[in-house]
């Protein structure tokens, strides 16, 4: 691990060595491009369009079509970044009471989510508090929505962690970049903290990540993407 990235208590989790550029997608919505990893946190084809799709269409509205009875949903998301996923889910809770966990190694600063338009596109005014919630305690945003950010790397989080969640939105960077975070025992560990029947929506339909999924246990189905982009995943848990 580099300097800078590591997550002991002693760093504040505001403190990052690297610094993040802003980017307008073609749909309208900003996004962040990371020069720690190279990779932007959306794609450039339109943030909203894509995390409507994968996380939103394909996650959140299949949990309420195939449990239609449930009234809570315990969502868990790999990789909290800009908190767009998250402001887009709590804008859909409606008669559903969420439960937000939400993974994140490298917090973006104060300055750059204070540039993001989401609040202004979507008409809503909770990013601010998204990302001023405290780390890893439970914060109530809204009376459908409960958040918890939780700092920490992923594979330290999966070693404790105990679910059980419903639906998992798992947005990591790209396997080019993050490779690590692709793997069967990546999955396998998400997969403890799913009930038979759970949920995971990604926008990777790669090979090797239905693969790696499929190692885990779970069924892997494809789906047409947003925009430009072919093929996405829903794994559902065996
Ligand atoms: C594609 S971005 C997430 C975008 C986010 N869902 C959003 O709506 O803006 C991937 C995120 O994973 C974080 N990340 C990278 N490696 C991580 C790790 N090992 N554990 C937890 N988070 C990690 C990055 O800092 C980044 O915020």
Not at 84 to 113: C, D, H, K, Q, V
Not at 141 to 147: A, D, E, R, Y
Not at 173 to 190: K, N, R
Request: glycine share 8%; no cysteine; aromatic share 10%.
């Amino acid at each position: 691990m580099s300097e800078g990235t590591s997550t002991n208590e002693e760093q504040s989790p505001e403190s990052t060595a690297f610094s993040n550029d802003l980017v307008l997608t073609q749909d309208g919505t900003h996004t962040l491009y990371s020069a720690r990893f190279g990779q932007w946190y959306h794609s450039v084809h339109g943030a909203l369009e894509e995390s409507r799709r994968v996380f939103l269409e394909l996650g959140l509205a299949y949990f309420r079509e195939v449990f239609p009875e449930r009234r809570e949903v315990r969502i868990l998301e790999m990789g909290f970044g800009t908190g767009f996923n998250a402001l887009l889910t709590l804008l859909e809770a409606g008669e559903l009471s969420i439960r937000y966990t939400s993974l994140e190694a490298y917090p973006i600063s104060p300055a750059e989510y204070r540039q993001l338009n989401y609040d202004a596109v979507m008409g809503s005014g909770e990013l601010q508090a998204l990302h001023e919630a405290e780390w890893n305690i439970p914060v109530v945003i809204s009376p459908s929505f409960m958040l918890e950010k939780v700092h920490a790397e992923l594979q330290a989080y999966l070693k404790t962690a105990k679910g059980p969640f419903d639906l998992v939105y798992y947005d990591a960077f790209a396997p080019g970049s993050q490779p690590e975070l692709w793997t069967p025992e990546v999955f396998a560990g998400i997969a403890r903290l799913l009930p038979s029947g759970g949920i995971l929506t990604t926008y990777s339909a790669k090979g090797d990540v239905r693969r790696a999924l499929q190692a885990a246990g779970f069924r892997v189905e494809k789906h047409p993407g947003p925009g430009r982009k072919r093929e996405i995943v829903r794994a559902i848990k065996d």
